[in-house]
């Protein structure tokens, strides 16, 4: 049967109750909608997540940072849950103006700044420390083109597929098909890639891999969007499946993945991070939010 046939109006306007799992917090304008302060550590960096798959882009680069010996890298992380719209408070929306997470407040210089969006927060980290950023003019354009491939196609799979399909009040076919379709053609871009490369951006472990990590590995160990893995075939994509497996395994990535988890076993929680101790006990393997 074909969707529902929506007529659109002239000008479009809010008033129409959206719905979804979201709905409650979506709104068509920007800005700050309560006071709320944010809490501030002593260490260089500060970061204000959620484990998310854009949020896990931020706490691997940095645990993969502190696990390569640098020490200036030590951050404390702070939870803000977007599901109760901790995005919104002022504090937030001062260091990221698009209330989305994660934002970073870099204070290790004489004056603190703000690098929001999780593309812009991994590249400054790489270039500050000089890691997983070659600066070879070809190796470092593979490198950033496959970060800003995965920057690029996130919203697909997350805004586009995930809503579509997992979050909708309703189900249609068509954007389920829409998206479903573009998912599993960035899976296949990704496995071919993987089949004459080690890693996304060569034979080396780069900020190519961090970047994408946290958006395919959910879908080959099957613990997002409900039944997502079987319902797109993601077995087929034989070198994803075996690059998420040698990725997963790294301690530095094991730690990243918890940091900001607020779902789940409690052992796989971390709700903040401000030391190597705070590991202590929590069970390195966890799953984004399904």
Known sequence: MADATYIPPAVWSADTVSGGRFANINRPTAGAREERELPVGEHPFQLYSLATPNGVKA???????????????????????????????????????????????DQSGPAPFRVFESGAIIVHLAEKFGAFLPTDPASRAEVLSWVFWQVASGPFIGGGFGHFYAYAPEKYEYPINRYAMETKRIFDVADKRLADSRFLAGDEYTLADIANFPWLAPFTEGNIYNDAKSFLSIDEYKNVGRWVAEIKARPAVQRGRIVNKVWGDEDTQLKERHSAADFDGKRLVSAPPA
């Open 59 to 105: 706490t691997i680069m940095l645990e993969e940072l502190i696990e390569a010996g640098h020490a200036g890298a030590e951050y404390d992380a702070w939870t803000i849950n977007i599901g109760d719209g901790e995005q919104f408070g002022s504090g937030f929306v001062g260091i990221n103006p698009n209330s989305k997470i994660p934002a970073l407040l």
